[in-house]
């Protein structure tokens, strides 16, 4: 059965065999040339067939529904949350996490319900790539991965990590497979729709936008909402180290 991983695989050496005469400007993008060829073509891929199927979707499924579809998916997400916690020694966050699965699990049917947020333990995100950064490796340059999007060099590297650890990835049947994988896609889209229309419209330069959100969302994340000034001035456009 063809996995994601092998798609990570191309994605490596499309990006390997096309990154070595980009430059730009920018210290912490220096394939920029690159990451916006990446973009507009996930953002062409989006605007013909994710966005529309999406939008669709959100029109035809009851919110109920839809919301069911989304915890099942996020119950399954908290078991590479868990194993990330971990890794990182968060061992109490490690067991609000165990209680997540547990609880959603067993009395939010399968993770159709998010039976555990109403018993206080709170939704946790974690990542491999962020234990990465949490064991001091660095996030590396910014990175577009086609059909995946933002991501860094350190993210990128993390993915088949994550993919392992998904529930998702064992199921045999091929046909079962994509059907999953395809469903959550258009459902995390859904979720996104409203974003999307303030990045259409907020932003002069999306891709510019997108970037700089990305690699502050993930700096929050990998420091837990609080980075060193170190940290702050990597990822700061503004800093003195990029107005030199």
């Known amino acids: 059965m063809f996995q994601p991983r092998s798609l990570f695989v191309l994605l490596l050496a499309l990006f390997g065999s096309g990154c070595a005469t980009m430059q730009s400007p920018d210290e912490r ?10 973009y507009a073509f996930n953002d062409d891929l989006d605007r013909a067939i994710l966005k529309p199927l ?7 499924v009851p919110d109920s529904i839809n919301n069911s579809i989304t915890n099942f998916f996020s119950n399954l997400d908290d ?19 165990l209680g997540r699965i547990t609880v959603n699990t067993t009395f939010g049917l399968a993770g159709l319900f998010d039976a555990a947020s109403e018993m206080d333990l709170p939704k946790h995100n974690e990542d491999f790539g962020q234990t990465l950064g949490y064991w001091g490796v660095g996030s590396g340059p910014y990175l577009v991965l086609p059909f995946l999007g933002p991501s860094t060099l350190r993210d990128g590297l993390a993915l088949p990590v994550d993919w392992e650890l998904d529930p998702v990835a064992y199921i045999d049947d091929d046909e079962t497979y994509w059907g999953v994988v395809v469903l959550r896609a258009v459902d995390s889209r859904a979720g996104l729709l409203r974003a999307s229309r303030i990045l259409d419209t907020a932003a002069l330069d999306p891709y510019t ?19 060193p000034q170190t940290a702050i001035d990597e990822f700061d456009p503004f800093s003195e180290e990029f107005t030199q």
């Open 79 to 97: 078991l590479v949350v868990l194993v990330n916690s971990l890794l990182q020694l968060k061992f109490e966050q490690s067991l609000s996490d």
């Open 209 to 227: 936008f997108m970037r700089d959100a990305y690699l502050q969302r993930r700096q929050n994340l990998v420091y837990d909402g609080n980075p």
């Open 29 to 38: 993008d220096p394939f920029e040339g690159f990451n916006r060829a990446a």
């Open 54 to 60: 999406a939008t669709g979707y959100q029109k035809a």
